[in-house]
């Protein structure tokens, strides 16, 4: 299925194969491309670039397909990976965290830093956080075959 070009967001690289290779969801989800192109919030004289998760309904293009600009996209990754990593040693507590000192890792980024940590306000936590490590559990195949290529690209282009 081709992505639209006619809407406010103008792709120039795509996936249109998305829904072949999207996770658990794959060959059954409504994400049926990812393109990278000009942002819709573009104003004249000012040019973005975003990325964007093309959702189709059966009958037409969804409103709830999203659009990032690429600097969230790659913080999503950050947290990602800083996330598993996190897991692999979650064990080390009773409740998977530690309840004096949820904090996970500090990101330097931009002069400050992405502070990264277990969401203790959520009332559910104790529960929610096995629910979250069983199903990065889960993943952690398909999960480590994206960080593997990740880790490809990036050493390819010299970090």
């Given at each position: 299925m081709k992505i639209p070009t006619n809407l406010k967001h103008k792709p120039v690289i795509v996936t249109e194969n998305y829904e072949n290779i999207d996770g658990r969801r794959a060959y059954e989800t409504d994400a049926k491309g990812l393109s990278l192109g000009?942002?819709?919030?573009?104003?004249?004289?000012?040019?973005?670039?975003?990325?964007?998760?093309w959702r189709y309904t059966g009958e037409k293009w969804s409103r709830q397909s999203e659009e990032l600009p690429l600097h969230r996209v790659l913080d999503l990754a950050i947290l990602v990976c800083r996330s598993q990593q996190y897991f692999r040693d979650a064990y080390r507590?009773?409740?998977?965290?530690?309840?004096?000192d949820p904090s996970v890792?500090?990101?330097g980024?931009?002069?400050d830093a992405m502070r990264i940590s277990v969401?203790?306000?959520n009332a559910c936590i104790d529960e929610d956080i096995?629910?979250?490590?069983?199903?990065?559990?889960k993943d952690d195949e398909m999960l480590g075959e994206r960080f593997a290529v990740l880790a490809r690209i990036l050493k390819e282009m010299g970090y």
């Open positions: 000009l942002a819709q919030w573009n104003d004249r004289g000012r040019v973005d670039i975003s990325a964007k998760v507590y009773p409740k998977l965290y530690d309840e004096q890792d500090q990101v980024l931009q002069g969401c203790t306000d096995r629910l979250f490590q069983d199903a990065l559990a």
